[in-house]
């Protein structure tokens, strides 16, 4: 998927694998560093293969064309990481993935009211 990641002033063109298994959207080093994010915590992921590696997280605005943009947590990914659409990202912008049709489509939105609140409106 195409997509525009921004910060301080900066605007990146990349190329994002969707990937609804991640959590967290990954930019690659030389994305992050020529946007020059700054981390803001350490995290414990776990791989595929259940291996344990720690990335630093920032936040970044991503802009996915059609849908508009937000401020999303991003992994800053290490030289053998790639960039990824993850799906707390997918979230903020109320999208879902079809693993099917193999594309995007608006999340449905659930809430629920406090029955507390109802009462007060009677």
């Known amino acids: 998927m195409e997509a525009v990641v921004k910060h301080g002033g900066k605007a990146v063109p990349v190329k994002l694998l969707v990937d609804s298994g991640a ?4 930019l690659k080093k030389e994305v992050w560093e020529e946007l020059g994010l700054e981390p803001k915590r350490d995290i414990e992921f776990v791989l595929a293969d259940g291996t344990a590696i720690r990335r630093k997280v920032s936040e970044a605005v991503i802009e ?3 849908y508009g943009e937000y401020t999303s947590p ?9 960039n990824l659409l993850g799906a707390v990202t ?5 999208l879902v993935l079809d693993p099917l049709k193999r594309e995007l489509r ?4 659930l809430m629920k009211r ?9």
């Open 90 to 94: 997918l979230e903020i912008f109320g």
């Open 64 to 66: 996915l064309a059609g």
């Open 114 to 122: 406090s029955s507390r609140r109802r009462d007060l409106e009677q």
């Open 74 to 82: 991003v992994v800053l990914g290490e030289s053998e990481d790639e």
């Open 106 to 109: 608006p999340m449905r939105m």
């Open 23 to 26: 959590t967290y959207t990954v």
